[in-house]
């Protein structure tokens, strides 16, 4: 058995969403806050409620300006891959896909500033659900039609360890901040880059 798909949560995985957050809201510790509510918002939310709508909603909830989502998205070409991005990506032979928890429109723009040529690009709003709802991972399985078991998911925050390993997928947690890891489930592999990424992808097709 061997990797057959790669398929990576985008705004943490691959993007360093939070320093825009950050910057936007004016200081570190008004961003974390907004983004922490933005989060609790999503993971309760149930059927997909507009990325756009949550985000405003999560700034007023903490006592930030409902104005501070519009600006998110008129700095959202702010987007910047990880330095690692482009050179990792470029070496793995084999299809590369996204699941993000995000609208259609801003998935698509967000991908775009990853500047990594993706076969499949799945946003909450297309699966009807937000991430760690089975649907976005199930979406993308589907999309690339590959087996769960012979697929890797690179996942950028803690919750999305349980939930793709939940679907059958092995788990990189790219673990940028050197989070400790969840209590209930495990990722298969866990580093604060995305560099040996293609080390393990590397090890797991020779011996296989």
Known sequence: MKYDAVVFDLLTALLDSWTLWNDVAGLDDAGLRWRRRY????????????????VREAACDVGLPETLGQMLEQRWGELTPWPEVSRVLAGLPVPLAVATNCSIRLGRHAAERAAVAFK??????????????????????????????????????????????AVGMAVYWHNRSGLAAPDHTRPDYCETTLDPLADVFRIRQAAR
Do not use: M, N, Q, W
């Not at 989060?39 to 949550?54: D, K």
């Not at 799945?122 to 697929?151: M, N, S, W």
């Open 39 to 54: 989060l609790e918002i999503t993971y309760g939310c149930g059927a997909y409620r507009p990325y756009e709508l949550l």
């Open 120 to 165: 499949v690009v799945i946003t909450a709003e297309e699966a009807g659900f937000y991430k760690p709802r089975p649907e976005p991972y199930r979406a993308v399985l589907a999309a690339l039609g590959t087996d769960p078991a012979r697929t890797l998911f690179v996942a950028g925050s803690a919750s999305d360890v349980p939930g793709a390993k």
